[in-house]
């Protein structure tokens, strides 16, 4: 059975996660309230949701509960990239290149990391014979 995709409140929860190792739900609550108002219960409650979904593993050995991402953060943008191509590009992740790349202008070091990814890419694909 696959895994269900994480909303956006789930991927801000996630991304505590994956940043900061397994946490408790102050832990994670304090990072997300940083960045804005956000209620302890609320992201209590997120992760006990997520906890059913299997979004996140739950280690309930003691008194206060730690929470840890279920899968990397590259096995969870892998997914939600998947779906994006699929559902916004008609399947073309050079669309989705193009868009990305049009709508927010990399950085140099953006580009050069890019850069990098086509020539393995490239070096890597098999030649046709002709």
């Given at each position: 059975m696959a895994v269900p995709k994480p909303t956006a409140a789930e991927t801000e929860i996630l991304t505590v996660l994956w940043e900061r190792g397994p946490s408790t739900v102050r832990a994670v609550h304090d990072v997300l309230d940083e960045r804005r108002a956000t209620g302890y219960t609320t992201v209590l409650k997120l992760l006990q949701i997520m906890a059913g979904k299997g979004l996140v593993l739950r280690d309930e050995?003691?008194?206060?509960?730690?929470?840890?991402?279920?899968?990397?953060r590259e096995a969870v943008q892998?997914?939600?990239?998947?779906?994006?191509?699929?559902?916004?590009?008609?399947?073309?992740?050079?669309?989705?290149?193009?868009r990305a790349l049009s709508t927010q202008r990399p950085s140099k070091d953006e580009l050069d990391r890019i850069r990098a990814m086509l020539d393995e890419l490239e070096a890597t694909r098999p030649r046709r014979s002709r």
């Open positions: 050995r003691e008194r206060t509960h730690i929470y840890r991402a279920a899968q990397p892998g997914e939600l990239v998947g779906d994006l191509i699929d559902r916004a590009f008609d399947g073309s992740a050079a669309e989705l290149v193009v």
